[in-house]
């Protein structure tokens, strides 16, 4: 009889919810690839349909609160995590970046405007301020904003009680056992898991696609599976090496190889008409902020509603990992680096990306909103071709190419830190190697299985799908947070 024995310092449950949720999803999805999508794509239609303003007051919300939180004085507590090390401001917001942006800024960056643009709101005509401006606001501040939530619940929980557990269960029970706590343990897992299928399904047709045009190679599933070997070796590499010589230090090369491909683009292209067109639509985000969170429309109920179900689903993941990296630093640093330089950041893709998409479709080099309509091109190979039209096109492509691989594994040697420190029973417990690499392999052969299959569809709309629990559960981290503040305020005093 075989005696498997376990560490210890591992949590089981959050090891047999794990590998129960995979088990469970692949044999949902390959038996019938197209249709559990579309049987997903139904429950979630009705979930924007009928939750659409609960979304909408719910991340606008959020963004208050915190911003609340970072003014009061829970906001001048410095986190102080043991065995935890310390960051440089400029390592600490490439890896925040990084996790929470992945190779998918890449492919909206340029892509998004073309939906608003195509399919204007009843009743106006065509505008590209509407396309450029909801792009701006779909990835600025209340997204990063659910982003952080966790984080933020996180932390206090930590400051309070060093050995607490890195999952739902560990902020909101005193007792860790018992159906209430798998229940959370399920939700925490499995939103990290499909977020990482996600992430696959956006980046790799991306990735895939670019190295296929920079070699002028066919797209096949040899190339697919070559591009995946090549990544799973990257991402096993950095988390063997950890946070500080592995995840840290890809971090770091993606940052500033993202600033000198956007950098080199706008000197090299119409630098004017992309700081001018960027410029305009930040303006009106910000001064159009409170009807574009809260006033329903055409875009909120197709885009908005998908964006914050998209970071609430995703937030677990990149709220747990932000908290291994911001040893020493402020509530209120955490909450300002993260909506600040995250949507920095993400206006700087934005403004470039889609400013230079849009500046060759009017100045006639290509019409992507034609290709758009027409589909004579993948919505990926439309953002490679795009990146191609540039002056010195093979340079930006390599340099593309480059960005939108290492996004991918950033986003992956993350999720992977992260689920091998939520398997331990206590935070400062620090996963095995052994371990960040098993998960490192599991989350990116399972979900590159589906997506080979054509199962890809579905990993999006089961994400979104949880986020209606998890909305739940975070209006009680939000009850944690002030729970704890207040105890550490009266610890204090």
């Not at 038996?31 to 979930?47: A, H, M, R």
């Not at 929980?157 to 029970?173: A, K, Q």
Request: hydrophobic share 55%; aromatic share 16%.
């Amino acid at each position: 009889m075989i005696n498997i024995k376990l560490n210890p310092l591992w949590s089981k449950t959050v090891l047999i919810i794990t590998f129960g949720f995979l088990l469970l999803l692949s044999l949902y999805v390959l038996t019938d690839p197209v249709g559990s999508s579309e049987k997903l794509l139904s429950i979630y239609t009705f979930i924007s349909v009928n939750f659409e303003l609960f979304y909408l007051y719910f991340g606008f919300s959020v963004l208050v609160i915190l911003i609340y939180i970072a003014f009061s004085s829970t906001g001048s507590k410095k986190i102080l995590l043991k065995g935890k090390k310390n960051y440089s401001y400029f390592s600490w917001c490439a890896m925040l970046f990084a996790t929470g942006m992945g190779a998918a800024l890449l492919y909206w960056s340029t892509y998004e405007w073309l939906v608003y643009y195509t399919n204007p709101l009843t009743g106006q005509a065509k505008s590209l301020l509407n396309a450029r401006s909801y792009p701006m606001f779909h990835w600025m501040f209340t997204g990063w904003s659910l982003y952080i939530l966790p984080t933020v619940a996180f932390v206090l929980s930590l400051m309070r009680n060093s050995n607490t557990p890195l999952t739902f269960s560990g902020i909101l029970l005193k007792k860790q056992s018992g159906p209430l706590r798998v229940i959370l343990d399920i939700f925490f897992i499995s939103a990290i898991l499909t977020g990482a299928g996600v992430g696959l399904a956006l980046s790799f047709p991306l990735m895939s696609a670019s190295i296929s045009k920079l070699f002028n190679l066919n797209q096949s599933l040899f190339l697919d599976f070559i591009m995946l070997m090549l990544c799973m070796l990257i991402v096993c590499i950095s988390v063997y090496k950890g946070l500080q010589k592995g995840i840290k230090r890809l971090s770091n090369l993606n940052i500033v190889l993202v600033i000198i491909f956007l950098l080199l683009i706008l000197i090299t292209g119409p630098t004017k008409y992309i700081i001018l067109n960027t410029i305009e639509p930040v303006y009106y985000v910000i001064k159009n902020y409170l009807s574009l969170s809260l006033v329903k429309s055409e875009y909120s109920l197709d885009w908005t509603v998908f964006y914050w179900a998209w970071y609430i689903a995703l937030a677990p993941a990149v709220g747990a990992f932000i908290v291994n990296i911001s040893n020493n630093k402020t509530v209120r640093e955490l909450i300002f680096g993260a909506l600040i330089i995250g949507s920095l950041g993400c206006i700087f893709h934005i403004g470039v990306l889609s400013n230079i998409s849009i500046y060759f479709y009017e100045t006639n080099i290509l019409d992507a909103p034609k290709i758009y309509e027409d589909q004579s091109l993948t919505s990926h190979a439309l953002v490679v071709e795009t990146i191609s039209m540039l002056n010195f096109g093979t340079l930006f492509l390599i340099l593309f190419s480059m960005i939108a691989i290492i996004f991918l594994c950033t986003t992956y040697d993350s999720i992977s830190y992260i689920l091998a420190t939520a398997s331990m029973k206590n935070f400062k417990d620090k996963p095995s190697r052994g371990l960040r690499v098993f998960f490192a392999m599991i989350i990116m052969i399972q979900p590159a299985l589906i997506m080979f299959l054509g199962g890809k569809d579905s990993f999006m709309w089961l994400l979104v799908i949880i986020s209606v629990p998890l909305m739940i559960i975070y209006i009680f981290l939000i009850f944690s947070i002030f729970i704890n503040a207040n105890k550490l305020k009266k610890s204090s005093s």
